[in-house]
């Protein structure tokens, strides 16, 4: 079992930057991706980015190409969401998510889950 904790999140204004960092525990032999998912009230899981265990693949989500960097530090077990240019648009709960494969870009494709943090974007 793994268990995903993250930190970082608040009250950004629009235009500018925040990261996220989410720290795995547990049975780490067993992840392969981490990444991050992020929803908005009434508004489905969307994938935000991923990354491989060994950092040399990465996947981004349209919505936010350009404008997020997902980084890892392995041997800290840990992951990081920097995202700039913020728009009202990205406020959200962010979730770390943990999964078998290299990279995953769908939320069947994470096995673990961390509880989520808030995003929020306004002047």
């Known amino acids: 079992q793994v268990q995903l904790v993250e930190s970082g999140g608040g009250l950004v204004q629009p235009g500018g930057s925040l990261r996220l960092s989410c720290a795995a525990s547990?049975?780490?032999?067993?992840?392969?991706?981490m990444g991050w998912f992020r929803q908005a009230p009434g508004r489905e899981r969307e994938f935000v980015a991923s990354i491989s265990r060994s950092g040399v693949f990465k996947s981004v989500g349209d919505s936010v190409k350009d404008r997020v960097t997902i980084s890892r530090d392995s041997p800290k077990n840990a992951v990081y969401l920097r995202i700039d240019s913020l728009k009202p648009e990205d406020a959200a709960t962010y979730y770390c998510?943990?999964?078998?494969?290299?990279?995953?870009?769908?939320?069947?494709?994470?096995?673990?889950w961390g509880q989520g943090t808030q995003v929020f974007v306004s002047p």
């Open positions: 547990g049975n780490i032999s067993s992840i392969n991706a």
């Open positions: 998510a943990a999964g078998p494969n290299t990279v995953a870009r769908v939320p069947g494709s994470m096995t673990s």
